[in-house]
């Protein structure tokens, strides 16, 4: 059974920086892709960061150049480094993992920046 553990949320002034963990067991995720969602009240859970096992990562247009994914395979976790945290990235934030067809999610994170 596939499980993912996150870490790292909290609470943090805008210009801040926090970094997100995710733990995944269970699975296969080596040729897994990995990635962090977020969503606050009243809207649909959005894309932050995707990373696969090869190729870029792919990011939101509104953290480019602030945030920053990355996995390590032989831990399978995944991290996100957020810079410059601003009010507007107020979420609960989401770690996915897609491997075979699947969708896994895990509990959620809460980040909260205050300005």
């Known amino acids: 059974q596939v499980q993912l553990v996150e870490s790292g949320g909290g609470l943090v002034q805008a210009g801040g920086s926090l970094r997100l963990s995710c733990a995944a067991s269970?699975?296969?995720?080596?040729?897994?892709?990995m990635g962090w969602y977020r969503q606050v009240p009243g809207k649909q859970r959005e894309l932050v960061a995707t990373?696969?096992?090869?190729?870029?990562?792919n990011y939101a247009d509104d953290v480019k150049g602030r945030f920053t994914i990355s996995r390590d395979n032989a831990k399978n976790t995944v991290y996100l480094q957020m810079n410059s945290l601003k009010p507007e990235d107020t979420a609960v934030y989401y770690c996915n993992v897609r491997t075979l067809g699947l969708d896994y999610w895990g509990q959620g994170t809460q980040v909260t920046v205050s300005s």
């Open positions: 269970g699975g296969i995720f080596r040729i897994a892709t």
């Open positions: 990373i696969r096992t090869i190729g870029a990562p």
